[in-house]
């Protein structure tokens, strides 16, 4: 499936424990990130299970503060444009954290 603003709208929008409003795109096959303009009012969007290889592509979101993009395939991740973000969850994937550490499952 491809992330639309559409499909941005569509989809769940709930606060989640840490309090935050929540963009819910877990479980829709999304291979890869784009068109997230349209997540700009978001806090935390959630990713999880998925089929991302890469995490990457993100506009400039200044309000998200949490990604979870856990139990897909990625394998490298680009996140400088969410230059708020204080949680990421990356679990059960293989990903390369430029500059940082590497990881695998």
Do not use: W
Request: with cysteine; aromatic share 6%; glycine share 2%.
């Amino acid at each position: 499936m491809r992330i639309t603003a559409e499909l941005i709208q569509q989809t769940e929008h709930r606060m989640n424990p840490l309090g935050e409003f929540e963009l819910v795109l877990r479980e829709l096959n999304i291979a890869e990130v784009e068109n997230m303009g349209a997540a700009r009012t978001f806090e935390s969007i959630d990713l999880v299970s998925n089929k991302l290889t890469l995490l990457s592509n993100f506009p400039k979101l200044p309000n998200v503060v949490s990604l979870s993009a856990a139990n897909n395939f990625i394998e490298q991740i680009e996140l400088k444009n969410l230059v708020n973000l204080r949680n990421l969850d990356l679990s059960y994937n293989r990903c390369v954290l430029r500059g940082f550490m590497t990881c695998s499952v």
